[in-house]
């Protein structure tokens, strides 16, 4: 299996560490981290991961916006939001905006893999 790249969107440096050392170990062969959707977005642009993993909830660009704003910039990009908001409208809203996925916190390795299988 060739080496993928992911980028961890997260306001909450604890959670990109967490999601970071979940898959650091497995096909993720680099993984960049950003703390806002303005962030996410530049480091897409230049990186170009495999896969992203965001928040909804973050200062400067939200997770929704980002969503959007990435796709517009390329619309194969594959999108996983991960949040705490345990509400189904947002979750409908990322997949409908072109999230692949919506994964609740507190996620769990299994459930984090899962996601990522069915995404990949």
């Known amino acids: 299996m060739e080496p993928m790249k992911l980028l961890v969107v997260d ?10 050392r979940l898959l650091r170990s497995g096909r993720f062969s680099e993984i960049r981290t950003a703390s806002n959707g303005q962030q996410a977005f530049e480091e897409f642009r230049t990186f ?3 896969l992203i993993t965001m928040d909804i909830t973050m200062p400067l660009m939200d997770g929704l916006t980002a969503v959007d704003t990435i796709l517009r910039d390329n619309p194969e990009a594959r999108i996983l939001v991960v949040s705490a908001l345990a509400d189904k409208s947002t979750a409908v809203e990322a997949i ?3 999230a692949l996925g919506f994964l609740l916190k507190p996620i769990t390795p299994e459930s984090l893999n899962e996601a990522i299988e069915d995404i990949l």
């Open 48 to 50: 170009r991961p495999d």
């Open 96 to 98: 409908k905006r072109g």
């Open 11 to 20: 306001d909450s440096l604890i959670m990109r560490r967490s999601i970071e």
